[in-house]
């Protein structure tokens, strides 16, 4: 487990956009796939976006794809998450986790099974 501050959140309207920033502490920082999962209200956390550990390869839920990008920068031990063309569904708490296990290829939830930090609120009105 990494530990993480996520930041950058806020409200948007709809057809907006934001980048989240996840910094991360630990040496290691570097050797682990990272991503980002959100909890809507009502709903149970869900996967949003994964990276591998050089930032060369990613995958997205088909709820985002084409409108978020996730990427790294290792040597500021630092996660983004880009949002384009923000939908009101888009509402909710996101957070930054790692590593993640193997399974974050095919947009598994269950790929992260450690603690969660605070996360940032993203709202996006109609």
């Known amino acids: 487990q990494v530990q993480v501050v996520e930041s950058g959140g806020g409200l948007v309207q709809t057809g907006g956009s934001l980048r989240l920033s996840c910094a991360a502490s630990g040496r290691t920082f570097s050797m682990y796939a990272m991503g980002w999962f959100r909890q809507t209200s009502g709903k149970e956390r869900e996967f949003v976006a994964g990276i591998n550990w050089s930032g060369g390869s990613a995958y997205y839920a088909d709820s985002v794809k084409g409108r978020f990008t996730i990427s790294r920068v290792n040597a500021k031990n630092t996660v983004y998450l880009q949002m384009n063309s923000l939908k009101p569904e888009d509402t909710g708490v996101y957070y930054c986790?790692?590593?993640?296990?193997?399974?974050?290829?095919?947009?598994?939830?269950?790929?992260?099974?450690?603690?969660w930090g605070q996360g940032t609120q993203v709202t996006v009105s109609s």
């Open positions: 986790a790692g590593p993640l296990g193997p399974s974050w290829q095919f947009g598994d939830t269950t790929a992260y099974t450690g603690s």
